[in-house]
């Protein structure tokens, strides 16, 4: 969010007889291993007012942290069956990288024979099966939470429109992060708010994120064909959309089951498109104001995690509340925490350079404050 743009607050309308969940925009990833996604059911043949009681979408689980690195699953469920199963985070790097090259198409492929999270740990990879199978069954909670409510959530259809940004996504030459922007359960937008910069990385970028945002848009849904040439942001790109995809899906659920708002303590005001009332202001524009908190996320030299204070949309503060500490640590993040706290107030969102000498921190930084942006709807 921009000066010239005050952060926009995700404001969902619903019918006025939506009285559960409703999934929106239930887009099924595929099978293929790098992550790209497969045809999606369209948005309005989504929104069943409870005729798909098993439910029918994506579900992903909550972030399991190991002692090699997170886990975190992903499900794709049509009629109540599980179709696909898939590691959106696993532990990566040194040992890590062959054992779960190993371990992860197993417990993908169990999970789909067993229908369950009830399926055995694999030999040799226990701390990431171990995460796998917590990861596993919260995102069944959630199929199970949504089909639930779909079941007494009548006729109505709820439509969601709002800003959602997708979780940020490593790649080989940098990290890429989407958001896009819906309007009555369409996607009008698709953006990276991340992308690889730097040698020929800028050229690649450039040629690339503008072609795979207008075939987001054009297809509505993340089966997207790769860009030649740019691979590595292309997969990465459509796994950050998936998950902001997923965003939107969880928007749907909370306004279905009655909930007011994203994140912000506010809830003032409605979206251009949203149905009367849906804000506790009347109309005019929702204005975030509160303090928020982003995720944790762990670095090579430790944690981070920072907070921004939000009024009126626009961010007054921010800071870290954990960052790397010990040794050279100190040093470097006594210098560059302060300026990136200045740069997130200046830049009013969460697209800011890095700290020359402090990457890693920068990196986690950047990460933690759109967690916070995120949850202050902007």
């Known amino acids: 969010m921009k000066k010239s743009h005050p952060m926009r607050r995700v404001v969902l309308a619903s019918a006025a007889t939506v009285s559960g969940i409703v999934l929106l925009l239930s887009l099924k990833p595929d099978s293929d291993p790098a992550g790209a996604a497969a045809s999606a059911v369209p948005p309005q043949s989504s929104v069943q007012g409870g005729a798909q009681a098993a439910g029918t979408g994506s579900f992903t689980g909550d972030v399991q942290q190991t002692q090699y690195g997170p886990v975190q699953v992903r499900l794709t469920v049509a009629g109540g069956k599980i179709t696909v199963a898939e590691a959106v985070q696993q532990p990566k790097g040194g040992q890590s990288d062959q054992i779960n090259g190993n371990a ?58 709002g800003t959602f940004t997708g979780d940020a996504e490593e790649t080989q030459y940098g990290v890429v992060q989407v958001r896009i922007t819906v309007q009555n359960n369409k996607i009008t937008k698709s953006e990276a708010v991340q992308a690889p910069k730097g040698g020929r990385s800028d050229q690649i970028t450039a040629d690339a994120v503008p072609k795979l945002g207008q075939a987001v848009v054009a297809a509505q849904s993340p089966n997207v064909d790769m860009v030649s040439g740019a691979t590595y942001t ?70 981070v995690q920072v907070r921004v204070t939000v009024a009126g949309g626009k961010i007054t503060k ?58 202050a709807g902007g």
């Open 104 to 161: 992860m198409p197993k417990l993908n492929q169990a999970v789909v024979a067993a229908q369950s999270a009830q399926i055995d740990a694999v030999s040799g990879a226990t701390f990431t099966s171990q995460g796998y199978k917590k990861s596993l069954q919260s995102a069944i909670d959630k199929m199970k939470a949504s089909a639930g409510s779909a079941q007494g959530s009548g006729a109505g259809a709820a439509q969601v429109s």
């Open 234 to 303: 292309s997969t990465g790109y459509k796994k950050s959309l998936q998950s902001a995809i997923d965003k939107a899906n969880a928007s749907a659920s909370r306004q279905g089951s009655g909930s007011q708002g994203s994140g912000s303590s506010q809830g003032s005001g409605s979206a251009p498109g949203s149905a009367p009332g849906s804000g506790s202001q009347g109309a005019g524009s929702a204005q975030a104001s509160g303090t928020f908190t982003g995720s944790v996320v762990q670095t090579q030299y430790g944690p």
């Open 318 to 375: 921010a800071e870290a509340v954990q960052q790397p500490k010990g040794g050279m640590s100190d040093q470097i993040n006594g210098d560059a925490v302060p300026k990136l706290n200045q740069a997130a107030v200046a830049s009013g969102d969460g697209d800011i350079d890095a700290v020359s000498g402090a990457t890693y921190t920068s990196g986690g930084y950047k990460k933690s404050l759109q967690s916070a942006l995120d949850q």
